[in-house]
């Protein structure tokens, strides 16, 4: 049974970092897809950053140059730090997977339309931001 587990999340200052590992399990290959997702109170749910299997990573525009998505294959872990944290980065931030979907609809999947066809979500971790 593949599972998905995001031990981190907690309070911090605004400016400060912020490391969130989600932590990959079951897997007999892959995932092939991987992405964090967060959501503010009263908002939708939206992708952060993505990385399909060829390790290429894609990041939504309100954190590019703040967040780096790195993916530790030998633990399969996928690591999302998060640097210069803002109030408005406060949110529940979710780990998806799928374990064969290719890289165009890993990135489309996660960036653009929510998270559709992601077949394996973890329980979600709260962060939040104080100013």
């Known amino acids: 049974q593949v599972q998905l587990v995001e031990p981190g999340g907690g309070s911090v200052q605004a400016g400060g970092p912020l490391r969130l590992p989600c932590s990959a399990s079951?897997?007999?290959?892959?995932?092939?897809?991987m992405g964090w997702f967060r959501q503010a109170p009263g908002k939708e749910r939206e992708g952060v950053a993505s990385?399909?299997?060829?390790?290429?990573?894609s990041y939504e525009d309100a954190v590019k140059g703040r967040f780096t998505a790195t993916k530790d294959n030998a633990k399969n872990i996928l690591y999302l730090q998060m640097n210069s944290l803002k109030p408005e980065d406060t949110g529940m931030y979710y780990c998806?997977?799928?374990?064969?979907?290719?890289?165009?609809?890993?990135?489309?999947?996660?960036?653009?339309?929510?998270?559709?066809?992601?077949?394996?979500w973890g329980q979600g971790t709260l962060v939040t931001v104080s100013s």
């Open positions: 998806a997977a799928d374990q064969d979907m290719d890289a165009v609809r890993c990135h489309m999947s996660v960036l653009v339309a929510g998270g559709s066809g992601l077949d394996t």
């Open positions: 990385f399909d299997s060829d390790g290429y990573i």
């Open positions: 079951g897997y007999t290959y892959g995932p092939n897809c």
